[in-house]
């Protein structure tokens, strides 16, 4: 699609960004999405478009053998991911795994710029009762960003993915979402 040649890009390079003719600031982005789901699919695969490094912890061992088995383009784990750090927005994907408390307090030892849990705000948390289960600390605890996302109304795997990213670019650029300018 064409553009006027009219429009001025020095004054605000994120236009000519946007418009591309420069390309985007490179920076170290990893998203890691746990639990193979298809929320999780949609969200590494978007997120590879918005420049994240694509991650999917599935600690069930045979599980994350069978998505490893279709190649997918991102990486595959049953594990925290060695080099967790500030870049990294961590999504938990189901919140109904009985092993979310241990995957989420591995998660937590990293310093990650972002880790937060799927679910309705008016449904309980059940990521505080299964960390508390294990000693983590209340504070700790409050790092975890749950309901996420962009409140659109999502309700398909593809919708959740594109109102999850929606907030995490939102909170990376220091912006509230939704349509406050």
């Known amino acids: 699609m064409a553009h006027s040649d ?17 390309a985007p600031p490179q920076d170290d982005r990893t998203l890691v999405a746990v639990f193979a789901s298809p929320v999780a ?16 912890l599935e600690p069930d061992r045979d599980l994350a053998e069978k ?14 991911p060695a080099g967790l750090d500030g870049t990294a927005d ?11 408390g241990p995957v989420l307090r591995d998660l937590l ?6 880790i937060g849990v799927m ?3 008016y449904h ?8 508390a289960e294990l000693g983590v600390p209340a504070e700790v605890v409050a ?18 993915a594109v109102a999850t990213l929606a907030g995490l670019v939102a909170d990376r650029n220091g912006r509230p979402g939704g349509f406050a300018f």
């Not at 961590?90 to 979310?100: K, Y």
Request: hydrophobic share 35%; proline share 10%.
């Open 6 to 22: 009219t429009h001025v890009h020095e004054a605000d390079p994120a236009c000519a960004v946007a418009h591309g003719e420069t």
């Open 41 to 56: 699919g949609y969200l590494l695969r978007y997120g590879a478009d918005l420049g994240y490094r694509g991650i999917l």
């Open 67 to 80: 998505v490893r088995a279709e190649a997918p383009a991102f990486e595959v784990t049953s594990g925290p």
């Open 90 to 100: 961590v999504v938990v994907t189901d919140h109904h795994r009985a092993d979310l």
């Open 109 to 114: 030892a990293h310093e990650c710029r972002w």
């Open 119 to 121: 679910g309705k705000p």
């Open 124 to 131: 309980p948390a059940p990521h505080e009762v299964a960390l």
């Open 143 to 160: 790092r975890v960003h749950r309901p996420i996302g962009l409140n659109i109304g999502s309700r398909t795997p593809p919708e959740i």
